[in-house]
């Protein structure tokens, strides 16, 4: 009731969605063009790709190819942002093989070659691939990055609620979500993530295209094997600030002050959930509570 009480005047504030900037990663050979469009855009307009970096990109660009991971564009723009924004670290929520936990983790220690910390926390619902069970999550960060595979702490079986006892309030400057698609759970890890992420900090979500690509492939007759859904699609559509779009992946940039998060997710909440029973019912009380947080 509490809660309730307090979100209760957000309901009827007004959102916009925002136009996306767009710089999307069309090919390894255009990548420091991209890459500094991406730079001006995030207003670093000096900065261009560290020496090692091209090269490293050429050597996995053929070990993305676990399904589920993140494509060959995806992973240039994942890169291109985490390098061009240097944090000391990030939180990556959806680890799967570890592939985009590896990349993001080279990215950094490019930009802090000293670093001895941990660069990446990623957490995944699962202990084992989705895909291939009888591997542990994470298992290919050791063939990505082998001198350094111990700057990335996968935590599993865990999810985005274990975000609070990985980072202090307003600490990141960076975050990718790539879990469980189905609205509103992007959402949900957003807002678990906020608190953590300092104002004008960026979140990077994969498949902010897929629910309409999923239909479009089922119109034309394919047979989908995990379905397809909307729940990062409709969150970067309907995203009122700063967010740029690098086709199926984008980011968001949170605003100054974080609580008008609240007026655009109870907006988002109205569209028509993903997920049924139970579930849906633990997971909009877990957005109550996250977004009572950022009062
Ligand atoms: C698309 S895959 C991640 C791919 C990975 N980011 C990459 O590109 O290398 C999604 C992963 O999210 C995990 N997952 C699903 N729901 C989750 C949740 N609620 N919290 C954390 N992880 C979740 C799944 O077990 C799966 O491993």
Redesign the pocket.
């Known amino acids: 009731m509490v809660i309730a009480r307090r979100l209760f005047p957000y309901l009827f504030q007004r959102v916009a969605r925002s136009t996306a900037e767009i710089c999307e990663f069309d090919s390894l050979e255009n990548y420091e063009t991209s890459y500094r469009r991406l730079a001006w855009l995030l207003g670093h307009s000096k900065k261009v790709p560290p020496p090692g970096e091209i090269d490293f990109l050429h050597s996995i660009q053929d070990r ?1 190819a ?1 399904p ?3 494509g060959s564009h ?2 240039l723009f994942l890169t291109a942002f985490a390098s061009i924004l240097a944090p000391k670290r990030a939180i ?12 993001i983790a080279a990215a950094i220690r490019r930009q802090h070659p000293d670093q001895r910390r941990t660069l990446v926390d ?5 202990t084992h ?3 291939e069970a009888d591997k542990p ?1 994470g298992f ?1 960060i050791p063939d990505i990055i082998p001198n350094f595979a111990n700057t990335v702490r996968v935590h ?1 079986p ?3 609620g274990i975000v609070r006892e990985l980072a202090r309030r307003d600490e990141l400057h960076f975050a ?1 979500i ?4 189905r609205h509103p ?1 992007p959402l ?2 957003l807002a678990r993530l906020a608190p953590y992420v300092r104002s004008g900090g960026w979140i990077v979500f ?2 902010i295209q897929w629910g309409t690509m999923g239909r479009k492939a089922v119109e034309a007759g394919e047979t989908l094997r995990w379905g397809a859904s909307y729940g990062a699609e409709w969150l970067f559509d309907h995203w009122p600030f700063r967010k740029i779009s690098g086709g199926n992946i984008g980011a968001i940039q949170l605003p100054d002050d974080k609580s008008a998060l609240i007026p655009f997710a109870l907006r988002l909440m109205r569209l028509q959930f993903e997920i049924t029973g139970k579930d849906a019912r633990r997971t909009q009380l877990a957005l109550y509570q996250s977004l009572f947080e950022l009062l």
């Open positions: 993305g676990h589920g991971t993140i995806e992973f990556e929520i959806g680890t799967l093989a570890g592939f985009s936990a590896a990349v990623t957490i995944d619902r699962n691939s989705v895909v999550v290919q599993a865990a999810d985005s990718f790539d879990a469980d698609h759970r949900l890890d994969h498949d």
